[in-house]
């Protein structure tokens, strides 16, 4: 029997065989087929070798380097005006680009992927599995961070005003309370996992969304941390910041609110949406 096609249109009695087929091709995806195409994303990572995620999530955090690298390069060249840090913005996307078209494993994507799978099978296996994931990636994902940051300080490389843009935005990464900062991470947080929502939906467009959605991060100063660890790494190797700042004013409440963020107000919240139609 053959398969009934699925979306607007598709079965009208007005349009002819080959319209119905245009039809279901332009319908948009239904939440539960977005859920599933994530969650099968979140299986085949869970899946993966521990070697596997962290070489993926160790290039994930190189690739983050170059949003700080190339919102430097464009501040630096720019006037010092009131709209500067939203023509700068646009470079923070190129890391978020890298790494999702890449294929690399960064892990405020993983709290929304890896953890589909444990809701819909909520055993011990899979919240093990999980728990390794998010392990593996972060540290990796962290060391990545590091290796850039290190490298931005090699002598030479760099003219001073490019230099100049670097240690200013460096700095902005280790402002703000403890509490603040979790609140721009859960903005942060949210906003990452929407946008790897978004991506099967957004199919040709999923360049267009990833510059959208991250460029709103950067230019409402939000918390990633990812991305801001390359920058608040930075800041300790120039001497602009001591280790301790880094772990309890920037890397504690960032990966709190990253959390929260892409945990509770995406993965719980979209699951519970659809959970009513998964079947079995």
């Given at each position: 029997m053959a398969e009934k096609?699925?979306?607007?249109?598709?079965?009208?009695?007005?349009?002819?065989?080959?319209?119905?087929?245009?039809?279901a091709k332009h319908a948009s995806l239904r939440a539960l087929v977005v859920h599933e195409i994530?969650?099968?994303?979140?299986?085949?990572?869970l899946a993966r070798r521990s070697s596997a995620l962290f070489w993926s999530a160790l290039a994930a955090g190189l690739s983050m380097g170059f949003?700080?690298?190339?919102?430097?390069?464009?501040?630096?060249s720019l006037p010092d005006a009131p709209w500067r840090h939203l023509v700068a913005g646009l470079g923070y996307s190129i890391g978020f680009m890298i790494v999702i078209l890449g294929r690399q494993q960064l892990f405020t994507e993983s709290t929304l992927t890896a953890l589909l799978p444990l809701l819909t099978r909520p055993d011990r296996e899979t919240l093990?599995?999980?728990l390794?994931?998010?392990?593996?990636?972060?540290?990796?994902?962290?060391?990545?961070?590091?290796?850039?940051?290190?490298?931005?300080?090699a002598p030479g490389v760099f003219k001073p005003e490019v230099l100049a843009a670097l240690?200013?935005?460096?700095?902005?990464?280790?402002q703000g309370s403890f509490w603040s900062t979790v609140l721009r991470a859960v903005f942060a947080g949210w906003l990452i996992a929407l946008m790897v929502w978004l991506?099967?939906?957004?199919?040709?467009?999923?360049?267009?969304?990833?510059?959208?959605?991250?460029?709103?991060?950067?230019?409402?100063?939000?918390?990633?941390?990812?991305a801001g660890s390359v920058e608040a790494f930075y800041a300790v190797l120039t001497?602009?910041?001591q280790l301790g700042d880094y772990f309890v004013e920037f890397l504690l409440p960032t990966l709190l609110g990253n959390m929260i963020g892409g945990v509770s107000l995406v993965a719980l919240l979209n699951h519970a949406a659809i959970a009513p139609e998964m079947v079995g």
């Open positions: 096609k699925q979306g607007a249109g598709a079965q009208s009695p007005h349009l002819s065989p080959p319209e119905q087929d245009q039809a994530i969650r099968e994303e979140g299986e085949a990572a949003s700080f690298l190339t919102m430097a390069m464009l501040q630096s093990l599995s999980l390794r994931l998010w392990s593996i990636v972060l540290c990796a994902n962290l060391l990545g961070t590091l290796i850039f940051a290190y490298g931005l300080t240690g200013d935005i460096a700095a902005h990464a280790l991506l099967p939906s957004s199919k040709a467009s999923s360049l267009l969304t990833i510059l959208i959605i991250t460029f709103v991060v950067a230019i409402s100063n939000l918390s990633h941390v990812i001497g602009r910041a």
